[in-house]
């Protein structure tokens, strides 16, 4: 099984996707939740702000020394990834390719030679799940695709070998 999957096609820097490496990118989101919250719009600014806000308030309650709940916490945070189920947006990586002005789908290849076709918005809101109780995906992946909807949550699409704009 390749674990990198290209993205190819009217695109103006043909890119090559790593899944092993998305546990340490911070965009990655909990597969187990991420269908059932509700999900709003990223703001960058927004969340920047929500962040240092909450930083500052913790400054300001526990004063500026890190007590052992930083320390428990990180300690979750580490669990969290060794157990958890997660995605990334592909967006991102979308975007980073540059697609053609006159690009107008995604192709996901996957399986043997199956092909599943998503108009250019739309795969822009497709996120990849890339593990499954803290392992990767080794017997049918090394990708899943869920539409953000959550429609295939149950059914993703698996064994993703590549995409390609058209």
């Known amino acids: 099984m390749e674990t990198i999957i290209p993205i190819t096609g009217k695109v103006k ?87 053609d002005q006159t690009a107008k789908t995604v192709i996901i290849e996957y399986g043997d030679n199956a092909q599943a076709a998503l108009p250019l918005v739309e795969a822009t809101q497709i996120i990849l799940g890339f593990s499954k109780d803290g392992k990767p995906l080794k017997e049918d992946g090394p990708l899943h695709v869920y539409y953000q909807d959550g429609s295939n949550k149950d059914n993703p699409i698996k064994n993703v070998t590549g995409f390609k704009v058209e």
């Open 13 to 99: 820097y043909k890119i090559t996707l790593d899944p092993g490496v998305w546990i340490f990118d911070d965009r990655k989101v909990d597969l187990n939740t991420y269908f059932s919250e509700d999900q709003k719009a990223d703001d960058a600014l927004e969340e920047y702000t929500k962040s240092v806000s909450k930083h500052w308030d913790r400054e300001i309650m526990e004063g500026a020394v890190y007590p052992p709940t930083l320390k428990t916490e990180v300690k979750f945070e580490k669990e969290k990834v060794l157990t958890g189920t997660f995605g990334i947006p592909f967006k991102p990586f979308l975007v980073n390719a540059e697609p």
